[in-house]
Nanobody, 120 residues
Framework: QVQLVESGGGLVQAGGSLRLSCAAS????????MGWFRRAPGKEREFVAS?????????HADDSVKNRFTVSRENAKNMLYLQMNNLKPEDTAVYLC????????????WGQGTQVTVSS
């Protein structure tokens, strides 16, 4: 069975950095787009960034994300990463990884999320 497990979240001061990891198991996702979403307190889940199957092209939600966050993957290990630098209090959220399938053109699989808290 498919499982996605995020890790690397924690409490950090504004301006600090965190590296999130997403470990996939049960099946290889080397042929799939993978991405990160976040759900802030009292807000809807929103897209953060994604990366294509080869790891050669990334999509970011906006310039704020693009300038501070880097999404990467290591297909041999079935892993997805999100390097977050210069964190801001507004980045506080539960961060979730997901896998997109071209068959249904939807985000098919989800992890439970890891909490990122940025203090001011």
């Amino acid at each position: 069975q498919v499982q996605l497990v995020e890790s690397g979240g924690g409490l950090v001061q504004a301006g600090g950095s965190l590296r999130l990891s997403c470990a996939a198991s049960g099946r290889s996702f080397s042929g799939n787009v993978m991405g990160w979403f976040r759900r802030a307190p009292g807000k809807e889940r929103e897209f953060v960034a994604s990366i294509d199957s080869s790891g050669g092209s990334a999509v970011h939600a906006d310039d704020s994300v693009k300038n501070r966050f880097t999404v990467s993957r290591e297909n041999a290990k079935n892993m997805l990463y999100l390097q977050m630098n210069n964190l801001k209090p507004e980045d506080t959220a539960v961060y979730l990884c997901s896998v997109r399938t071209d068959i249904t053109k939807s985000w098919r699989y989800w992890g439970q999320g890891t909490q990122v808290t940025v203090s001011s």
